[in-house]
């Protein structure tokens, strides 16, 4: 909903709204937020709410630690699962100096000037995420467990399936946020499902997934259950991707459509540009160690490659018309920050269509069957996330999009999960250790 200021102060005061959280992303996607009391809105709207910035990774230094938050009235949303009395609401926040300016680490403010570039070339994106999740039993204590809720396939029904009920709440709470869900069902793995939701701009598709994950996260909960978005939580099962979904739009036209099996130029340009850049953006795509455990299994991606429909490919061609039709990238996981992500993305898809970038012939084959005299000539995704790192810091394009402070904070930080990993004696414990509890 496009709220005003003012509508959001009413709906405070009217639907008796005690508390509001101000929230935000750190630079690797993490969620953070701020109470407030629902009498400091007007203020916080109007001068922002401070918070310790050198306290969030990636973000200041103690030296300089201050910065303000100020809610966006257009992401107001009442958390469904928090008492009707004494009501809770949330905002998604842009980051500032205490000068006024935006804060060059804050995602929402990247993206936004990735959608401005595409406005003032005349194109608008929309973005759809499918996002994959499992759910682990917990102890005793209530810690999460490696234990996965059932043991159903793709596609099953209850009894095998125990999930339905939690996906069916899920939706329930996104509806209820103003999110519309499309489908829900169980994945391929032992407890994984996937619950997909309606396509939206750029930003509010962004606010959407970390909106997603975050009831996914608390419905689980109240079941007594553990929701991950490990990229790889079970060795020998299917990995969870988040597919990204992307169509841009011209004069109320999506260039994406197709007539006879043919794209428009523009839109073979712009998949040409996202081709082109993937392997220096996998840093920020596949963000953590256990990425890399996904690719080239259970129809996750490792060619840097296209097709119609395949999905052994990195980027597929849905079989969809209309303003379905779109392209579809499934080299990223739910472990990447959104707004970091579609940022990128749309700058080198952009790119693409400035440049004229030609698009390569599809590659229709089965990659994970095909012989390996076809393979070898085929360019890889980085096969581990210190490749990935060394990719993204000299890659021209990355420097050219994120700001310098923020990409060295970024990539030092990868780098010493890297050595971390590297350094290990149980590599796979290092990572349960490090990324299943907040991940």
Not at 388 to 411: C, Y
Request: glycine letters at 6%.
């Amino acid at each position: 909903m496009n709220y005003t200021a003012n509508e959001v102060l009413q709906f405070v005061q009217e639907n008796d709204v005690k508390f509001i959280r101000l929230a935000f992303c750190d630079i690797f996607g993490t969620l953070k937020n701020i109470a407030i009391m629902a009498g400091e809105l007007p203020r916080a709207m109007e001068s922002g709410i401070s918070f310790d910035a050198s306290a969030v990774k990636g973000f200041m230094n103690a030296s300089e630690s201050d910065l303000l938050l100020f809610p966006d009235p257009s992401t107001l949303a009442v958390l469904p699962w928090r008492p009707q009395q004494g009501r809770v609401v949330r905002f998604y926040c842009d980051i500032r100096y205490p000068d006024g300016r935006p804060f060059e680490g804050d995602g929402r403010q990247l993206l936004k000037k990735a959608i401005d570039r595409a406005a003032r070339m005349g194109f608008q994106c929309k973005i759809g995420s499918e996002c994959e999740f499992y759910l682990f039993q917990t102890d005793a204590d209530g810690n999460p467990t490696l234990k996965p809720y059932d043991n159903a396939g793709y596609l099953d029904v209850a009894p095998q399936d125990k999930g339905e009920n939690i996906r069916r709440e899920i939706c329930l709470t996104l509806e209820e946020m103003g999110i519309t869900p499309e489908s829900s069902h169980h994945e391929q793995g032992p407890g994984q499902n996937e619950v997909d939701f309606h396509y939206n701009d750029a930003l509010a598709a962004a606010d959407d997934l970390i909106s997603f994950k975050s009831v996914v996260k608390a419905v689980a909960a109240r079941s007594g259950l553990y929701a991950s978005f490990l990229p790889k939580p079970i060795k020998n099962a299917s990995g969870s991707g988040l597919h990204v979904n992307m169509s841009l739009s011209q004069n109320g036209c999506n260039i994406f459509k197709t007539g006879n099996g043919q794209h428009s130029e523009q839109a073979e340009s712009f998949i040409a540009g996202v081709l082109a850049r993937t392997a220096e953006i996998t840093a920020f795509l596949n963000p953590i160690t256990n990425s890399y455990r996904r690719f080239g299994c259970f129809e996750a991606p490792k060619y840097i490659t296209w097709s119609h429909q395949n999905r052994s490919q990195l980027i597929r061609i849905p079989a969809a018309t209309g303003e379905y039709a779109r392209m579809e990238l499934r080299s990223p996981d739910p472990a990447c920050n959104p707004y970091f992500v579609f940022a990128l993305l749309m700058h080198a898809g952009l790119d693409g269509i400035e440049e004229t970038v030609s698009l390569p012939n599809p590659t229709n084959l089965n990659l994970y069957t095909a012989e390996k005299s076809l393979t070898d000539a085929i360019p890889t995704l980085p096969e581990n996330l210190g490749n990935a790192v060394e990719l993204a810091r000299t890659s021209g394009f990355v420097k050219k999009v994120i700001a310098p402070a923020t990409l060295e904070k970024f990539l030092q930080y990868k780098e010493e999960e890297w050595k971390a990993y590297l350094e290990s004696e149980d590599r796979i414990q290092l990572e349960e250790n490090l990324y299943f509890p907040r991940i």
